[in-house]
């Protein structure tokens, strides 16, 4: 991840957190206490935010000391040591909460992505995110959806072109006759290097789409069968993608039709925290 867009989320957070300090830290705490924490893995899962959480303590005071102690993208078990931490007892402590809420959510992006990952081995579907973001976070909770064996969609709206329903109904008015020629005007006013991908949602919108000569065909919330009809009638002249509902227990199925990609937008918009602890000792010196 670049580090000037990490580092304005970490100051965003800690104005949002601490604008005047930690009133509470530096009543109870003497200045002089220090301060030893683990972070500590109190469910199993894939680790995402490692350096985030580091940055997060460095940000406070650049004198704390954080020894990482699994990568990015690491596998653990309940009871493992993430990560050591010492330092000034107030900056661990006014760090703790913003470096938690980050790591806490990356890994859990990280950690369901895994499981999709895994439920499609063995076929050719790539699984990706969407831009179901929460706002101000996308390149965090993008770059654990990597950690977690994912790849990306677009991520922005000015990266690529993505026609909806919505756009098709506005463009052609409710006559579909005029979707082929609308969308190859269209595509002939892009730069060769801008990916064209257009959605539908039913079989005979297939054909004109393609016409068109785009890159990608969405297919969206089609049931399996639909899939397996749509991956066929394509026959390799896009990129197929399958969209819509999108859940464990549905994934491997949808895998198996032969789509090229699969986007969840489940991902990153419903994952809750995973449970991970910062346990501090501290010292008085």
Do not use: W
């Not at 100051?11 to 200045?31: C, H, K, M, V, Y």
């Not at 709206?157 to 020629?181: C, F, Q, R």
């Not at 000569?213 to 993608?241: C, K, S, W, Y």
């Amino acid at each position: 991840m670049p580090s000037a867009p990490v580092r304005e989320i970490l100051e965003r957070a800690f104005a949002e957190d601490a604008p005047a300090g930690d009133i509470t830290s530096q009543l109870l705490i003497p200045a002089a206490a220090r301060a030893t924490a683990v972070l500590n893995a109190r469910v199993p899962g894939v680790f995402s935010g490692a350096t985030v959480f580091r940055d997060a303590m460095l940000l406070v005071d650049p004198e704390t000391h954080v020894e990482l102690l699994l990568a990015d993208g690491e596998k653990f078990d309940a009871g493992t040591h993430l990560a050591r931490v010492s330092g000034r007892a107030r900056s661990v402590l006014l760090a703790e909460r913003v470096a938690l809420n980050l790591v806490q959510r990356m890994s859990a992006i990280a950690t369901r992505t895994a499981e999709f990952v895994q439920l499609t081995e063995g076929t050719s579907a790539r699984i990706t995110d969407t831009r179901k973001t929460t706002p101000g976070l996308r390149i965090l909770e993008r770059f654990a959806v990597r950690c977690g064996g994912g790849a990306n969609h677009r991520y922005s709206l000015s990266d690529a072109v993505l026609a909806k329903d919505n756009h098709l109904a506005v463009m052609t008015g409710g006559d579909p006759a005029k979707l082929t020629e609308l969308l190859a005007a269209a595509k002939a006013q892009l730069g060769h290097t801008t990916h064209f991908e257009v959605e539908v949602d039913r079989m005979d919108q297939i054909e004109p789409v393609l016409a068109a000569g785009v890159d990608t065909i969405m297919l969206d919330n089609f049931t399996l069968e639909e899939l397996r009809a749509g991956v066929a009638l394509v026959a390799g002249r896009a990129r197929v993608e399958a969209s819509g509902n999108v859940n464990l227990a549905t994934v491997a199925g949808i895998a198996a039709t032969g789509v090229d990609v699969i986007s969840i937008g489940a991902l990153t918009h419903t994952v809750a925290a995973l449970d991970l602890g910062l346990d501090v000792e501290l010292t008085v010196e």
